[in-house]
Nanobody, 124 residues
Framework: QVQLVESGGGLVQAGGSLRLSCAAS????????MGWFRQAPGKEREFVAA????????YYAESVKGRFTISRDNAKNTVYLQMNSLKPEDTAVYYC?????????????????WGQGTQVIVSS
C-alpha cells in the first residue's frame, strides 16, 4: 500500500503562511491524484484542495481559494499545500490523501490512502 506522511504544520499568527508537505512512498506517485483535507475540532472533515495525476489540474474549496496553492513534485514523491493569509478558522488537522483517478476529488470517499495528519493552529 501507499504510505503518506504529512509535515510542516505548526503555530502561526493570523495573516501568516505555512507550507505543508506530504511525502509518499513508492515510485508510482504520479499515478495518483492527490488531495488535502482538514478537520477542525467539533467539525466534519472537509475538502481543501486537490491536484490531478498528469495534467495537474487543481481544485480548491471556496473557503481557501486565492489563499492556498496545491502543487506536486513527482520526482520527489511529494505534494505540497502552500497556505497564505491564514485565518483562525483554518485551524485544523490537515490530511493528505491519494486517489486512483481524477473523478470527484472533493469527495473523501474517493481516496484510497491517507496520511496521519499534521496540526495547524492559527492564532489571532
Amino acid at each position: 500500500q501507499v504510505q503518506l506522511v504529512e509535515s510542516g504544520g505548526g503555530l502561526v499568527q493570523a495573516g501568516g503562511s505555512l507550507r505543508l508537505s506530504c511525502a509518499a512512498s513508492g515510485r508510482t506517485f504520479s499515478s495518483y491524484a492527490m488531495g488535502w483535507f482538514r478537520q477542525a475540532p467539533g467539525k466534519e472533515r472537509e475538502f481543501v484542495a486537490a491536484i490531478s495525476m498528469s495534467v495537474r489540474r487543481t481544485y480548491y474549496a471556496e473557503s481557501v481559494k486565492g489563499r492556498f496553492t496545491i502543487s506536486r513534485d513527482n520526482a520527489k514523491n511529494t505534494v505540497y499545500l502552500q497556505m497564505n493569509s491564514l485565518k483562525p478558522e483554518d485551524t485544523a488537522v490537515y490530511y493528505c490523501a491519494a486517489a486512483p483517478n481524477d473523478f470527484a476529488l472533493m469527495d473523501g470517499r474517493k481516496y484510497d490512502y491517507w496520511g496521519q495528519g499534521t496540526q495547524v493552529i492559527v492564532s489571532s
